[in-house]
Structure formats: C-alpha cells, structure tokens
C-alpha cells in the first residue's frame, strides 16, 4: 500500500469514528450508528445490506466459487461509567490520543477493518471474496448481532473479529457460562434450631466453585475459571430463608463445551443451576492456518485472550486482532492512540497481501 492510500483510508476512517463516538449507540439502540455506517458506505458507491441493526458489505468482485474471509466488527457500546470526566459523547483529540466512549471498544477497530475492506473492495482477480460486517448486541452477547446474519453472508472461511489486541493475533478465547443457581431450605424463626438453612446450603456449593480443579487446562488459556458475582437473600433479621440465590461466572476454554462443563457442575452441587446461555463457548484457531503465519512473519504475537467477543458465535476459524489495549475498554475516559488506527490499516493490509 503506497503512503497516499494509507492517508487517504486512514483520514476516511478517522473522520468516521469521530462520527460514531458522537452517536450514543448502546446496546439494542444502535440504529443511529447503523444509519453513520449505511450513509458512509454510500458516499463511497458500496452497496449494503441491513438487518435490524447490522450492516454488512460484499466486494464488488464477489465470486461464489472463490474462499470469503469475513471481517467483523461491533458499533454498540456499553454505558458510560460515572467516574468519566470527560464528555463519552465528544471525540476529544489531546496528546495524541482520540478520547470518547467506544473508540477504543471497538470504534478503532471497526473503521480499520472498514478501511481495509475499502482497499480491496474493487480489486479483480482477488483469492479470497472479503465481507464487512458491522454489527450489534456484542456487548450484551445479544441475538440480534452477527449470529443472526451470519447465515445471510454466504460460506465465510476465516473472520477476523475487530476487537483491542495491539494488532497481536488473539488466536483462541475463553467462553462465557452464567449460572443462576438457587440453594433451597427450610423457613424458621431464627430463634429457633434450624439445620437446614438456605444461606449455609448455599454457601457449601459457593466453597465448591471457589475451589473445584477442572481437569484438562489449555496451553494457551490456562484453567477453566468460576467466580460467584452475586448472592442475595433473606427478608428480615429473624427469619431463616428457604431459598438463597447466587449467580457465577464461567470463564470456558476450548478443552470443554459450555454443555460438558454444565453437566460436571450440576454433578458436584446441590443447588438447582440455571444457564442463562450454552451457546458462548471458547473458541481458537491452529497455528498452521495461513493468516496465523502471516501475521508471525511479520513479527505480531499470539496469545489466548481471557475476554469473549462475537468470536463465541461465529461458527467458522476466527481470531481476535485489531488496534487499542483491552484494558482500556469499559474504562473511564475510554481512547485509543490515534497512530494505532494507522498502523492497523497498514498491518491489516499487510498480513492479508500475503495470502491473497
């Protein structure tokens, strides 16, 4: 890519996320982000297809018999915190960094990819057809995202998932299981002997979570990790509960399904548990794939990501690469370094010239 193109796309995707992060675009009310998106394609000749809040893009040289590589990103965020200090909604520029909600998650990474996309969009006699996807609900790990399109794509053979990495190849993740569990007892008067007491129940099967060893451990995302976030019960101080709810967060690896981690769980407790979902499971990626090797030549790292994303629902080999740090998203003042938005352009195009 000459240095005028790079300009070119990176000053277009700049100017869009300016854009976006002055749209409120939270999860489920992102139709204002959708129409930016929609409105930039179309300054640009792109035709787009729209479903409910998703807005997705073919190449203007599809061709069915050739391999796709879907490229994937979300345009929802969460609410802002309140120990902002800044305005989420005004794209600040200061010491080279872009301040404002979702610019580092995952603004920065969206207008890469769209950029990107624009680079080959007209390109002939390409090995791959590419598809844009620009999409909903990540951040809830709602249905109505790229799971629910992802069908209307066409065979897609490999995604890259735009989310904070550093441009490093997150080549597998961990999944996410939620349980609502509910301990069960008997009412009493607390005056009064009680051997069956919700709170105590609960509180042998929260020991067990804390301290259950699951077999198997991936290389690249270490154990399986259960931590129980909420506990709630009780009315009044002198009445012994009969039912004590909890809820525990699920950090999956690829060495088991969602479903085989379910059953070992419900094996090992008393209380009656509830998943809100099956469906996030981790996913990963073989070293030996194409774009895994690209990317190592030219000198990006791998790593297992400890987050989840849209990877969770596509059902294809994907990984997690894009421009921003992890930790800065969901964080008070959110930005993301305004050259990193370049550099991902420039990498991105990169890895994907050596395979196509």
């Keep these: 890519m000459k240095e005028q193109e790079l300009h070119h796309l990176f000053e277009s995707a700049y100017e869009l996320l300016k854009t976006l992060i002055s749209i409120p675009s939270f999860s489920k009310s992102e139709d204002k982000t959708a129409d930016c998106i929609e409105k930039f394609f179309a300054t640009n000749n792109i035709p787009t297809n729209r479903e409910m809040n998703n807005i997705w893009a073919f190449n203007q040289f599809y061709d069915a018999s050739k391999p796709t590589i879907l490229l994937n990103s979300h345009h929802d965020t969460v609410k802002p915190n309140a120990s902002y200090t800044?305005?989420?909604?005004?794209?600040?520029?200061?010491?080279?960094?872009?301040?404002?909600?979702?610019?580092?998650?995952?603004?920065?990474?969206?207008?890469?990819?769209?950029?990107?996309?624009?680079?080959?969009?007209?390109?002939?006699?390409?090995?791959?057809?590419?598809?844009?996807?620009?999409?909903?609900?990540?951040?809830?790990s709602g249905v109505n995202g790229i799971e629910s399109i992802f069908k209307k794509l066409g065979p897609i053979d490999f995604a890259i998932v735009g989310e904070p990495t550093e441009m490093n190849l997150a080549i597998a993740e961990k999944g996410l299981l939620v349980l609502d569990c509910v301990a069960k007892g008997t009412s009493s008067h607390a005056a009064h002997p009680n051997h069956d007491n919700a709170i105590l129940n609960?509180?042998?099967?929260?020991?067990?979570?804390?301290?259950?060893?699951?077999?198997?451990?991936?290389?690249?995302?270490?154990?399986?990790?259960?931590?129980?976030?909420?506990?709630?019960?009780?009315?009044?101080?002198?009445?012994?509960?009969?039912?004590?709810?909890?809820?525990?967060?699920?950090?999956?690896?690829?060495?088991?399904?969602?479903?085989?981690?379910?059953?070992?769980?419900?094996?090992?407790?008393?209380?009656?548990?509830?998943?809100?979902?099956?469906?996030?499971?981790?996913?990963?990626?073989?070293?030996?794939?194409?774009?895994?090797?690209?990317?190592?030549?030219?000198?990006?790292?791998?790593?297992?990501?400890?987050?989840?994303?849209?990877?969770?629902?596509?059902?294809?080999?994907?990984?997690?690469?894009?421009?921003?740090?992890?930790?800065?998203?969901?964080?008070?003042?959110?930005f993301i370094y305004i050259q990193e938005i370049k550099e991902a352009i420039q990498i991105y195009n990169s890895v994907l010239t050596q395979i196509l």
Aim: proline share 5%; with cysteine; aromatic share 10%.
């Design 202 to 334: 609960a509180l042998d099967d929260i020991q067990w979570f804390n301290t259950y060893k699951f077999d198997k451990v991936s290389d690249l995302l270490g154990e399986v990790k259960m931590t129980v976030t909420i506990i709630n019960s009780g009315s009044q101080h002198n009445v012994v509960p009969d039912s004590c709810q909890f809820t525990v967060d699920v950090r999956t690896t690829e060495m088991y399904s969602n479903t085989e981690i379910f059953d070992i769980i419900q094996q090992n407790i008393r209380s009656k548990v509830t998943p809100r979902s099956l469906r996030l499971n981790s996913s990963s990626i073989p070293l030996s794939h194409p774009f895994v090797q690209a990317g190592l030549k030219m000198g990006r790292t791998y790593y297992g990501s400890p987050t989840s994303s849209d990877q969770a629902v596509i059902p294809c080999p994907s990984l997690k690469m894009g421009p921003g740090l992890s930790t800065r998203s969901h964080s008070s003042d959110e």
């Design 86 to 140: 800044l305005n989420p909604f005004e794209a600040i520029e200061k010491d080279g960094k872009l301040y404002g909600l979702g610019s580092n998650d995952a603004g920065g990474c969206l207008v890469s990819l769209i950029a990107t996309f624009l680079y080959f969009y007209n390109q002939e006699n390409l090995k791959y057809n590419f598809v844009l996807a620009a999409t909903a609900e990540e951040e809830i």
